[in-house]
């Protein structure tokens, strides 16, 4: 889940990354359907492609002519409709058909669409082939440096927006993807902030292609200057960034034109966001502030922006990789300590699990982890359903009645969108767990590989039916609280003193209901005590860090170096005789 950006909702549940201003009390039109639904035909010209292509056939259909349908598509009450076919070998002046039987949201069907004059347009999100080395041949799209946007992939197809008029019966509308998206503009290291990319050899074993690992690093004040120096190492755990977001070494731009956070409830945001981020760079060069490195990881990969950072029988050993290749490599070319001691994790919501998983997975490789609002920790709350004991993800049921189970709640409690609701979600995006979105990541993470190549289904998407087995695989594997209980007696000593965890009462993904079960067994501990802490903001929603003094729209700005008092601190109670406690305090 995304600790940044506006309502998070749904990466960067993409909660978790999708940004939206929030609407309440949207209505919501209720239709009955009569007779065929509209259906549409899609095609590319030859100029497009010389060769058949394979993807994800999108049908955006809006009532809202402020920007293009693809870019108004999220898992918020404001989102126009989406509809979605998988096509194999579509070949240029071949047309694929979108009908009533395509995957819907949120109206599950063409069927349900009312008649009307709708702007509608099609984006074909590309599928490469993968030979692992696990011997599965399997399609998924690739992140092209975007951080798995379909909508703004580089290379994806897409027709200009066309007004058409939808009625039931009437004939099939065409579209013809003419357009692509272009590439990327290459970012350009500057004096502070520069980037990192290699290859890994675990990764391109595993995924049968090349497969590369980048960072972005926020180098210290007078890190030129001073080439004897080594620095302690900030691990920032974080969705796909391509940029240090929080830092801005240039005054705030008197001309910008000032915003609204919905999620925040304040005028004014982005302007608020670059007068933190250039005291961030104030203090940053400031004479006495101490010298480190900020670490933001780029782990994009074919399911999601983001590996989670821990080994994984469906994205390959991700974790491996992370802290044998590019770590290493990082600590060479930026002069990190690279020791244990000298190296710390932090992080919201996805970054938050993150930081927990890394420091329990790898626990002599980091000296603490700073976990902000993290993923579900424990598997009986996973959000607010128990995998283990209920039978439905999507509805609590009674012997006469059930209820649809909601998956994220405003500041003041009301639902803004159902489990049910985010499945149908991320069914119209991608079938085979290829949405690139929340559930479909964790599902790829923590589940075993099926026949077909694809991850286990932790439950159906179309009955919210869950699969035991699988929540037991998911159990042993990657329920950091079950784990932690498991193999305290190896963990605990390794692990003393270096967790802190922080989250809001009134998360917005319900994520403090596994903190809470976390919080039990981390207090029950007694050999050794764990010797961390577990804190909670009161009415605080996604995602809380740890700051009772400010309220999220400040402290979530504030990761780089709010938690740096303790690091300091535990750097000096706990560095090995010799450390280098002095090079990088100039």
């Known amino acids: 889940m995304a600790a940044t950006g506006e309502v998070i909702i749904f990466n960067a549940m993409r909660p978790f990354r999708f940004l939206f201003p929030v609407l309440m009390g949207a209505a919501l039109t209720v239709l009955a359907s009569s007779g065929s639904a509209q259906s549409f035909t899609v095609s590319f010209p030859k100029e497009r492609s010389a060769k058949p292509l394979d993807g994800r056939l999108l049908l955006l259909l809006s009532t809202d002519d402020s920007a293009e349908p693809r870019m108004q598509i999220s898992p918020s009450p404001k989102t126009q409709m989406i509809f979605g076919v998988t096509v ?40 490469e082939t993968f030979h692992r080395s696990d011997g599965s041949t399997i399609k998924l799209h690739m992140d092209q440096g975007e951080g798995q946007h379909w909508n703004e992939t580089p290379g994806n197809l897409y027709s200009k927006p066309q007004k058409v008029s939808v009625k039931a019966g009437a004939g ?115 004479a006495k502030f101490p010298r480190y490195l900020v670490i933001k990881i780029q782990h ?30 990082i600590e060479k070319q930026f002069r990190g300590i690279g020791q244990g001691w000298a190296r710390f994790l932090y992080g919201g919501s996805t970054g938050g699990w993150e930081s927990l998983a890394v420091q329990v997975f790898y626990p002599t490789h980091y000296n603490g982890a700073f976990v902000a609002c993290p993923d579900p920790v424990d598997f009986h709350q996973y959000t607010n359903i128990d995998l283990y004991e209920d039978k439905n993800a999507f509805y609590i049921s009674g012997p006469n ?88 007696a190896t963990l605990g ?42 804190a909670y903001g009161p009415r605080a929603e996604h995602c809380w860090n740890g700051d009772p003094t400010l309220p999220n729209a400040y402290s979530r700005l504030h990761y780089n170096t709010m938690y740096l008092p303790k690091i300091l601190d535990r750097i000096e109670k706990t560095a090995p005789a010799g450390a280098d406690l002095t090079s990088w305090r100039y």
């Open 88 to 127: 194999d070998g579509l070949a240029s002046g071949a047309s694929a058909t979108v009908d009533a039987s395509a995957a819907g949201y949120p109206r599950v069907s063409l069927k349900d669409v009312p008649p009307g004059e709708y702007t509608a347009q099609a984006v074909l999100n590309l599928y």
């Open 172 to 286: 099939p509308i065409a579209l013809s993807l003419t357009e692509v998206i272009p590439p990327l503009p290459e970012k350009k290291d500057t004096k502070y902030v520069r980037r990192i990319r290699v290859q890994s050899a675990l990764l391109t074993k595993f995924w049968g292609r090349p497969m590369y690992l980048s960072a972005v690093v926020l180098v210290p004040e007078g890190f030129d200057e001073h080439p004897e120096a080594h620095y302690p190492e900030m691990v920032f755990e974080d969705h796909f960034a391509d940029g240090i977001d929080d830092f801005r070494d240039t005054p705030p731009d008197p001309n910008l034109k000032p915003d609204y956070s919905d999620r925040f409830h304040l005028a004014g945001y982005n302007r608020i966001q670059q007068q933190e981020g250039y005291k961030f760079y104030q203090q940053w060069v400031s």
């Open 300 to 329: 994009a990969n074919p399911y999601y922006d983001d590996s989670y950072a821990v080994n994984s029988a469906n994205l390959g050993p991700y974790g491996d990789a992370i802290e044998t290749e590019l770590m290493p490599a």
């Open 401 to 488: 009645k059930r209820v649809e189970q909601p998956a994220m709640r405003d500041y003041l409690g009301h639902t803004l969108i159902t489990t049910k609701q985010i499945s149908e979600y991320e069914l119209a995006l991608g079938d085979h767990g290829r949405s690139g979105e929340q559930l479909d990541i964790w599902q790829a993470v923590y589940s075993p590989e099926g026949p077909d190549g694809y991850p286990v289904q932790i439950f159906d998407k179309a009955t919210g039916e869950i699969d035991h087995k699988v929540a037991a695989y998911w159990r042993d594997h990657y329920d950091l609280d079950a784990i932690l209980q498991r193999d305290w």
């Open 493 to 534: 000593p390794q692990l003393q003193g270096k967790l802190h965890v922080y989250v809001g009462s009134d998360d917005t993904y319900f994520l403090n209901n596994a903190v809470y079960l976390l919080e039990d067994f981390l207090k029950s501990t007694t050999n050794p005590p764990y010797e961390g802490e577990v």
